[in-house]
């Protein structure tokens, strides 16, 4: 398996803020990975650096053999990383297809063309019927399905997917992890995702990174991460901890 | 044009409205409302030079008279001075506004914020300060452009109906850019990048691009609208061109008839503009007053109640019909 992503010794500071310090890890091509940690651990902020929307204070990101560091958001897009945001940015007074449309211009200029794939992966997202609908009248389930689509458009080499089930119910989110497998399965896309619900992200990712102020605590397989002494500490909690033990 | 059949499909009506424009003169005996047919047409072209810019990319301008009177001016002087024709000097124009609109763009695009607006509406201050003090451009008085034989090369007519058809001609040029924009990948760049700059430089987008694009192209129709406004008044003075009244008015027909719509311009063109004309002939001096209270007064009526403008107000009408709010379709 060769390497897609490397985060290579990455730290951000903001002023005195020490948002995240030191931080090196892989993302292998095909896996789905996991970032976890406690609220203000540095992740949402680590997908801003690999996406080029803040800059590093040092350290150096790589997709396949390409530095990207120091790079724009639309060039990132075009090198193949696609991102979501955590709050869901629809592009307002456009209709769901068009939405995904302004995506899949990346590789063509053909309209129609970027229109015929858009309106397959509408399709494909299960947004099919309301795709002439405006994207800012969806739930927030179809929104955050939305925010996943808009990203697939670009025909992406990593997804980056920040919190796209957090606010679901539980039935939104079975789905939500039903497709994120689709995803990676059918499209052969590479996954790296922010999730807060620990049932998600544990049977999904083959491998999960914790961040806990800003620092790489742990790395590992799910089964490891959810025994591991400091993760446990700083972020699982007891209750989960009693929980993973007596299973 | 192989997508003919396509608009005139999607706009039923547009064939007889160009018939309905195309005979207008034929029908018009009255020199003034000639007059007033030309206004509405320059202010439409002029006001969809606007909405590329601000409406559909979302980069709110207030000093648009920099384009159009770098238009005006340009092609006033070149004549005036080096005797050049007014063809040569809408081209020289044209260079002129796209240097102003290149430097102000690689400036204020490159930042986040309101630059844009302010930077516009300083620099047309600046250059009214300019322009009004400086004996090359006229100063306060203004150029007289002289009066040359009636014809197509010299761009000047004795009569109003070629101005008419020249307008009509130059708005249609205008009109098919902006349509053949909407509905190509720098039109829907242009109204992601008003939608969500963030969102679109994610998809990919490169934002300073398109957005210096967007205020080329406008500055471009600027500026031919300033030329052909000079060799129609032949008169151009600082305080009507490089005014913050024609910035305005640019923006207040793009507000009124729908902001970031195709025929917005139009409409709000042809229901401002004679308001103002009329206002201006009936009440002689004291119409300039009124006008501008009329327009105030329908802008405030725009923003409370409809603010995606007369364009809008009808989308929802058909829609209330169709009883399907949700299927409201984006474009008109």
């Not at chain 1, 007074?93 to 015929?116: E, W, Y």
């Not at chain 1, 742990?218 to 025994?227: K, S």
């Not at chain 2, 070629?162 to 924009?181: K, Q």
């Not at chain 2, 008839?257 to 001096?285: F, H, M, Q």
Request: proline share 4%.
């Amino acid at each position: 398996m060769s390497i897609l992503l490397r985060i290579d010794h990455v730290s951000k500071n903001f002023g005195g803020l020490r948002a995240l310090h030191d931080v090196s890890f892989e993302v292998n091509e095909g896996e789905i990975v996991g970032l976890i940690g406690p609220n203000g651990a540095g992740k949402t902020t680590l997908f801003n650096c690999i996406s080029c929307f803040c800059k590093v204070s040092s350290g150096r990101v790589f997709l396949g053999k390409n530095e990207t560091t120091g790079l724009t958001p639309d060039k990132i897009a075009r090198l193949g990383i696609a991102r979501t945001f955590q709050i869901v940015k629809p592009l307002k007074d456009m209709s769901v297809l068009d939405n995904v449309l302004v995506g899949a211009l990346i590789k063509t200029s053909h309209v129609g063309q970027a229109r015929r794939w858009a309106r397959e992966l509408c399709d494909f997202g299960g947004l099919g019927a309301k795709a002439d609908q405006l994207a800012q009248k969806l739930t927030i389930a179809d929104k955050k399905r939305l925010e996943i689509l808009k990203a697939l458009a670009i025909r992406p080499k990593l997804l980056l997917l920040d919190e796209t089930m957090a606010g679901l119910n539980p039935s939104e989110r079975q789905e939500a992890v039903e497709f994120v497998k689709k995803i990676n399965k059918e499209m052969k896309i590479t996954i790296l995702m922010i999730e807060h619900v620990m049932d998600i992200i544990m049977p999904l990712s083959s491998h999960v990174v914790v961040l806990d102020y800003g620092v790489k605590i742990a790395e590992g397989p799910p089964q490891v991460i959810a025994h591991d002494e400091k993760v446990i500490k700083a972020y699982l909690g007891e209750r989960y901890h009693a929980k993973v033990a007596s299973s | 044009m192989r997508n003919l059949p396509g608009f005139v499909k999607k706009y039923p009506l547009f064939p007889g409205f160009i018939l309905i424009m195309f005979l207008a003169p034929v029908f018009i005996g009255d020199p003034f409302a000639l007059h007033v047919l030309i206004m509405v047409l320059l202010y439409a072209a002029f006001g969809q030079a606007w909405n590329i810019i601000s409406g559909y990319a979302g980069q709110v301008s207030l000093g648009h008279c920099i384009f159009f009177g770098a238009g005006a001016y340009t092609s006033s002087l070149l004549l005036i001075k080096l005797g050049l024709s007014p063809w040569v000097g809408m081209i020289a124009g044209v260079l002129v506004s796209i240097m102003l609109a290149a430097a102000i763009g690689s400036i204020c695009f490159k930042l986040k914020g309101h630059y844009f607006v302010i930077a516009t509406l300083v620099i047309a201050e600046i250059i009214l300060a300019v322009v009004s003090n400086n004996d090359f451009f006229g100063a306060a008085v203004g150029l007289w452009l002289p009066i040359k034989e009636s014809s197509l090369v010299n761009l000047q007519f004795h009569s109003k109906i070629p101005y008419y058809y020249l307008m009509l001609i130059f708005t249609a040029l205008v009109f098919g850019f902006t349509w053949y924009m909407e509905k190509s990948r720098m039109g829907y760049y242009f109204r992601a990048i008003k939608a969500d700059p963030d969102a679109a430089q994610a998809l990919g987008v490169n934002l300073f691009r398109y957005k210096l694009e967007a205020l080329i192209y406008s500055a471009v129709f600027s500026a031919v609208a300033g030329t052909l406004y000079a060799q129609y008044v032949l008169l151009v003075d600082p305080y009507n061109i490089f005014a913050l009244k024609v910035s305005l008015i640019a923006a207040l027909v793009v507000v009124l008839g729908g902001v970031g719509n195709l025929w917005g311009p139009l409409v709000g063109s042809a229901i401002l503009v004679p308001i103002s004309e009329y206002a201006r002939s009936w009440l002689s001096g004291g119409g300039k007053a009124l006008d501008l209270i009329i327009y105030g007064g329908l802008i405030v009526l725009i923003a409370i109640f409809e603010p995606d403008g007369l364009m809008g107000l009808l989308k929802r009408r058909v829609f209330k019909k169709a009883s399907d709010l949700n299927k409201m379709p984006i474009k008109p």
